[in-house]
Structure formats: structure tokens, C-alpha cells
T-cell receptor, first 112, second 113 residues
Framework: DADVTQTPRNRITKTGKRIMLECSQT?????MYWYRQDPGLGLRLIYY???????NKGEISDGYSVSRQAQAKFSLSLESAIPNQTALYFC???????????FGSGTRLTVV | GESVGLHLPTLSVQEGDNSIINCAYS??????FIWYKQESGKGPQFIID?????DKRQGQRVTVLLNKTVKHLSLQIAATQPGDSAVYFC????????????FGKGITLSVRP
């Protein structure tokens, strides 16, 4: 099994719909992140969590919300999806005191 | 503001040649740097890292060089293979326990047979 698992891998949804992307990890890491990747723009941080009771906005949090249900689970929600949220979404984890991130395989989201 | 950027968006190399991918960073307080490789349809994967108290680190076929004077990071891939074709990202981590990685935009490496 992958260390960081994202579900679904692909999703097509309609404008205005609520959608949740899920991330679970078996690394035992405290820190979890959600990134968005668009062509030419690299990885942009949406939200991050340093432990179960900690939630922080990243650089592009508008239109998104998150929930840290447990140390191993961090979900990203789009309350009312819009077409410009079409992108590749990545979840990542890291351990406190160590700086390298482990990424999931990504969720390709298309909003039509 | 602080930023991490790559000089070129694409790099094409002949199979067997050495590849050099460059990255400029602007946060002089960054103390840790990473190179990631992202293959099509996959998430970024760690390649090699280097701390600011070093100027060179070698792995298997890869070498990272850090020049703090000009805030420059490079990734060298020896004997480039078709499997090296991917997007490469540099990332920097500012100093402090709660700092986060900042990623460059990525460069595509294309290996010609």
C-alpha cells in the first residue's frame, strides 16, 4: 500500500456541487498539506495542518475548506465547485523536525 | 517577496549525456533544499536534498550543488536515461520549526534517444 493515499484519483463534477477529496497516510507523520498544481504555476499550498488540532490557510485557501479527522486523515472540500478549480490536487505529509515531504499520487479534478 | 524559481521551462538532452537543471532562490534564510522528480500521472518524488552547511551532495547518478553566495541550486544527472524524463522541482525550506517548503514552478526534462 502507498504511504500517502488519495481518493478519488479522478473526478468530474458539475459547477456548484460540493466535493470532498480524501487523504490518508501510514507514515505516522504529524504534518499534512494540500497542494494544487496547475500547468506553469507549480505547486501552490491550499491548507496545512501541523497536528490534529491545528489548521492553517495556505496561499490559495479561498473556496476550499479542510478537516483533520485524525493524525492519518486530512480531507479537502470544495463547498461549491467552480470551473477554475479544475486542477491536479496533491496531499503531502512530513514529520516534525524533518523537512522532506511525501506526496500522494494526486487527484485530477475537473469541474464542468 | 521570497520566491523559488527555475531558469528554463524545458530541457532536452541526448540519452547518455549529463543533464544540469538550475534553480535560483531568494530567501537567504533558507537552510534546506530538495529536488523532486514528477513523472506523468504521479506525485512528486524525493530525489536528493542538501542542507545549507554543505555545498555539494552526491547520490546515485545525481549530484546537488548549492552556491549560497549567488543563491543558486543545481541538479546534475549523470548519463541521462529515458527514465529520467520528467518534471523536476526545486524546493526550499526557510529556517524555523514551523517553516514550510516553497516549490519552484518546475522544469521538464526530455531525453532524446
Amino acid at each position: 500500500d502507498a504511504d500517502v493515499t488519495q481518493t478519488p484519483r479522478n473526478r468530474i463534477t458539475k459547477t456548484g456541487k460540493r466535493i470532498m477529496l480524501e487523504c490518508s497516510q501510514t507514515k505516522g507523520h504529524d504534518r499534512m498539506y494540500w497542494y494544487r498544481q496547475d500547468p506553469g504555476l507549480g505547486l501552490r499550498l491550499i491548507y496545512y495542518s501541523f497536528d490534529v488540532k491545528d489548521i492553517n490557510k495556505g496561499e490559495i485557501s479561498d473556496g476550499y475548506s479542510v478537516s483533520r479527522q485524525a493524525q492519518a486523515k486530512f480531507s479537502l472540500s470544495l463547498e461549491s465547485a467552480i470551473p477554475n478549480q479544475t486542477a491536479l490536487y496533491f496531499c503531502a505529509t512530513s514529520d516534525r523536525g524533518l523537512y522532506g515531504y511525501t506526496f500522494g499520487s494526486g487527484t485530477r479534478l475537473t469541474v464542468v | 517577496g521570497e520566491s523559488v524559481g527555475l531558469h528554463l521551462p524545458t530541457l532536452s538532452v541526448q540519452e547518455g549525456d549529463n543533464s544540469i537543471i538550475n534553480c535560483a532562490y531568494s530567501n537567504s534564510a533558507s537552510d534546506y533544499f530538495i529536488w523532486y522528480k514528477q513523472e506523468s500521472g504521479k506525485g512528486p518524488q524525493f530525489i536528493i536534498d542538501i542542507r545549507s552547511n554543505m555545498d555539494k551532495r552526491q547520490g546515485q547518478r545525481v549530484t546537488v550543488l548549492l552556491n549560497k553566495t549567488v543563491k543558486h541550486l543545481s541538479l546534475q544527472i549523470a548519463a541521462t536515461q529515458p527514465g529520467d524524463s520528467a518534471v523536476y522541482f526545486c524546493a526550499e525550506n526557510g529556517s524555523g520549526a514551523n517553516s514550510k517548503l516553497t516549490f519552484g514552478k518546475g522544469i521538464t526534462l526530455s531525453v532524446r534517444p
